[in-house]
T-cell receptor, first 114, second 112 residues
Framework: DTGVSQDPRHKITKRGQNVTFRCDPI?????LYWYRQTLGQGPEFLTY????????KSRLLSDRFSAERPKGSFSTLEIQRTEQGDSAMYLC????????????FGSGTQLSVL | GEDVEQSLFLSVREGDSSVINCTYT??????LYWYKQEPGAGLQLLTY?????DMKQDQRLTVLLNKKDKHLSLRIADTQTGDSAIYFC????????????FGAGTRLFVKA
């Protein structure tokens, strides 16, 4: 399978715990994006990388969120001190730049904070 | 997404045409997109249109773009039950970086 893969598919955690998600993009894609989606809403932009450089973070992203893409390949998204409001589907997407910016999405990680 | 607006629901009969509408705000958007999301899955790109085009046709899909009114539509001909899904309109924004902004999605119900 050469698509975007995300791990884990589901994560249940207690409030206050830290969680980390992983995304493996399509291998030749140099851009990687993280989005968050809640029920009944479209994906909300969180951050994106061009190779290993994090070029933009949403102003909605609190300091408890951090993302890395150390070698320009896979990426991790960490949420520290989780809150119930962090419960959502976290989607990763990748694209090849320059170009039409066509995003290829993974299946997402569903986070539930109890 | 506050920059992209869509109607929330659409119900059609199998075999009819579906038209999903969207308005966007950023006149500098280079590309506009339609993505499809089925239950429990990530988004899948259906089609896209470059901002200097008025129309694009791809098999059963027709995209119409009215730049003056910042209006985008997706027409699905001969709608099938398998087309039942959520359809997201999206625009690419070059201001403040390079990112794709999505609408809240239109839920399409196809009745047999």
């Amino acid at each position: 399978d050469t698509g975007v893969s995300q791990d884990p598919r589901h994560k249940i955690t207690k409030r206050g715990q830290n969680v980390t998600f992983r995304c493996d993009p399509i291998s030749e894609h140099n851009r990687l994006y993280w989005y968050r989606q809640t029920l009944g809403q479209g994906p909300e932009f969180l951050t994106y990388f061009q190779n290993e450089a994090q070029l933009e973070k949403s102003r909605l992203l609190s300091d408890r969120f951090s993302a890395e893409r150390p070698k320009g390949s896979f990426s991790t998204l960490e949420i520290q001190r989780t809150e119930q409001g962090d419960s959502a589907m976290y989607l990763c997407a990748s694209s090849l730049s320059p170009g039409e910016e066509k995003l290829f999405f993974g299946s997402g990680t569903q986070l539930s904070v109890l | 997404g506050e920059d992209v607006e869509q109607s929330l629901f659409l119900s059609v009969r199998e075999g009819d045409s579906s038209v999903i509408n969207c308005t966007y705000t950023d006149s500098s958007s280079t590309y506009l997109y339609w993505y499809k999301q089925e239950p429990g899955a990530g988004l899948q790109l259906l089609t896209y249109i470059f901002s200097n085009m008025d129309m694009k046709q791809d098999q059963r899909l027709t995209v119409l773009l009215n730049k003056k009114d910042k209006h985008l539509s997706l027409r699905i001909a001969d709608t099938q039950t398998g087309d039942s899904a959520i359809y997201f309109c999206a625009e690419s924004k070059r201001t403040g970086g390079f990112k794709t902004i999505f609408g809240a999605g239109t839920r399409l119900f196809v009745k047999a």
